[in-house]
């Protein structure tokens, strides 16, 4: 997804390996899921969509326009922008105070 950015091939291996080693430092893990959602228009969505069921997500952050009409649904309780997921986080914990 990074080379139609407009990334030449080494930038894409590196930002590539960087994004492994962050995985890795995490404990998470790569996956490669099984194709399944392919009833939205945009190829990149139903790639995003398939790691929401692969995973069982229960949230999604994401600016994409395409991906947060969708929510609630797709196996994940919402799709968030940034700033929503942002406001969301400051509210809550300012109720546990």
Do not use: K, W, Y
Not at 13 to 27: C, H, P, Q, R, S
Not at 46 to 68: C, F, W, Y
Not at 83 to 88: G, I, L, P, S
Request: proline residues 7%; aromatic residues 2%.
């Amino acid at each position: 997804m990074l080379r139609p950015a407009g990334l030449s091939q080494p930038t894409t291996v590196e930002a590539v390996d960087a994004i492994l080693d962050l995985i890795d430092l995490t404990g998470g893990a790569a996956i490669d899921p099984p194709h399944a959602v392919v009833d939205v228009a945009d190829h990149g969505d139903n790639l995003i969509l398939d790691q929401v069921v692969a995973t069982q997500a229960i949230l999604v952050v994401s600016e994409d326009t395409g991906l947060t009409p969708i929510s609630p649904g797709r196996g994940c309780v919402a799709i968030l922008r940034p700033r929503d997921f942002f406001v969301a986080r400051v509210v809550a914990a300012r109720r546990r105070r």
